[in-house]
T-cell receptor, first 114, second 113 residues
Framework: EAGVVQSPRYKIIEKKQPVAFWCNPISGHNTLYWYLQNLGQGPELLIRYENEEAVDDSQLPKDRFSAERLKGVDSTLKIQPAELGDSAVYLC????????????FGPGTRLTVL | AQSVTQPDIHITVSEGASLELRCNYSYGATPYLFWYVQSPGQGLQLLLKYFSGDTLVQGIKGFEAEFKRSQSSFNLRKPSVHWSDAAEYFCAVAPNRDDKIIFGKGTRLHILP
């Protein structure tokens, strides 16, 4: 069984540029999560999807961050414009419906903003 | 609000030695408790979890953790570490099964040959 797939694995951009991250969850997993992991910190939830509906986006900085999961499968997280402080690892995770405590994580995208 | 504390940022042990990583949480009731491991360049992998029942929980890769309500602790242990155990370990808590998981800041484990 394939795990959670994320791309790209690494991204380097200049500040004020846009950037997008892609995630494909484990097949059949209805719930998808995006986490932010700063250096030396644990992951922090940005947004949680149940199928195509964002059910918890309270921690997503909506002035510059957006996310979508149009068909309830793969998802894209976008930052526009990126700031220096956005340099971090962006993790995607998925879980079966209702099993919020059975999360499987992807390898993450490491973003560096110059 | 619930929180989780991992007091040790770095831990160094010799290969073959025993290991204990500390974790304390702040929450009134018994929360859902987890330990995850993150190897360099990898995502997080669940080692074990505790919801209820036996307070000594067995996980993958030879790890175990013990829930102690009186100390609000959920320490991770392994009797003999291997060089491949070098990684970052995260303790996490959720108030209930429907709530989001809150992660600690992690403990980086270094293994001496």
């Amino acid at each position: 069984e394939a795990g959670v797939v994320q791309s790209p694995r690494y991204k380097i951009i200049e500040k004020k540029q846009p950037v997008a991250f892609w995630c494909n969850p484990i097949s059949g997993h209805n719930t998808l999560y995006w986490y932010l992991q700063n250096l030396g910190q644990g992951p922090e939830l940005l947004i949680r999807y149940e199928n195509e509906e964002a059910v918890d986006d309270s921690q997503l900085p909506k002035d510059r961050f957006s996310a979508e999961r149009l068909k309830g499968v793969d998802s894209t997280l976008k930052i526009q414009p990126a700031e220096l402080g956005d340099s971090a690892v962006y993790l995607c995770a998925s879980s079966p419906r209702g099993a919020y405590n059975e999360q499987f994580f992807g390898p993450g995208t490491r973003l560096t903003v110059l | 609000a619930q929180s989780v504390t991992q007091p040790d940022i770095h831990i160094t042990v010799s290969e073959g030695a025993s290991l204990e990583l500390r974790c304390n949480y702040s929450y009134g009731a018994t929360p859902y408790l987890f330990w995850y491991v993150q190897s360099p360049g990898q995502g997080l992998q669940l080692l074990l979890k505790y919801f209820s029942g036996d307070t000594l929980v067995q996980g993958i890769k030879g790890f175990e953790a013990e829930f102690k309500r009186s100390q609000s602790s959920f320490n991770l242990r392994k009797p003999s570490v291997h060089w491949s155990d070098a990684a970052e370990y995260f303790c996490a808590v959720a108030p209930n099964r429907d709530d989001k998981i809150i992660f600690g800041k992690g403990t980086r484990l270094h293994i001496l040959p």
